[in-house]
């Protein structure tokens, strides 16, 4: 199987996170939990990136190539990378592909401490902030290629907002385990609604 996660049932499967798929081909009845809205979606991804982007600022050049035990990826990328999940949901809209590879980059050179990614995480807030700005409604429902199957824009930002809301908490738990006392707390009311998974790793 070229694609995971994946749920297959003899020759068919189903990729990506898809209840109502697995749920069609397994044969049974579910009924999803209601989206929080789009607008209510791109206000907590705001305030999650905005969060991260004071914690990553705040990291010590000295810890940035750390790699920690439950994750084959620096510190230095794991910040870089909460971002590069922001930014890959408008390049995703405006390009109508989402291809794996935007996931799998590293940290660019340039991008070699706290505050630089910082920066680049202020960019990418203003990026997405413009996007959210000059979305219409329709815009949701449009069907992008996501490389684990298709996904309306709605389900795509919902994902996009849990992901990141997903590494912030891994940032938070890295922090604390070096010492570093992130400048302000989770913005745990902004993950209630979101399908985060419940295993921090």
């Not at 990506?16 to 749920?23: L, M, T």
């Not at 910040?79 to 922001?86: E, L, P």
């Not at 995480?121 to 992008?144: H, K």
């Not at 400048?183 to 609604?193: A, Y």
Request: charged fraction near 20%; aromatic fraction near 8%; charge should be negative.
């Amino acid at each position: 199987m070229r694609l995971v996660p994946a749920v297959a049932v003899g020759d068919h499967a189903v990729h990506g996170w898809n209840p109502e798929g697995y749920a069609a081909l397994l044969g049974v009845d579910y009924r999803a939990v209601a989206k929080l809205s789009p607008a209510a979606l791109a206000a907590r991804l705001d305030r999650i990136l905005a969060n991260a982007e004071r914690l990553v600022a705040g990291l010590p050049e000295s810890l940035m190539g750390w790699k920690p035990p439950q994750r084959d990826r620096t510190l230095r990328d794991l910040g870089y990378h909460v971002f590069r999940v922001g930014l890959a949901f408008a390049d995703g809209m405006d390009l109508g592909t989402f291809p794996e590879g935007w996931l799998q980059e590293k940290a660019p050179a340039d991008l070699s401490d706290g505050p630089a990614i910082a920066r680049y995480g202020a960019l990418v807030g203003g990026r997405l902030s413009g996007w959210f700005e000059g979305a219409g409604t329709r815009e949701y429902a449009r069907v992008i290629a996501v490389y684990y199957g298709p996904q309306s824009g709605h389900d795509l930002l919902e994902r996009t907002t849990w992901h990141a809301a997903q590494h912030l908490r891994q940032l938070h738990a890295l922090a604390a385990e070096c010492g570093v006392t992130p400048p302000e707390p989770l913005p745990v009311p902004d993950f209630d609604g979101l399908p985060l998974p419940t295993s921090l790793w």
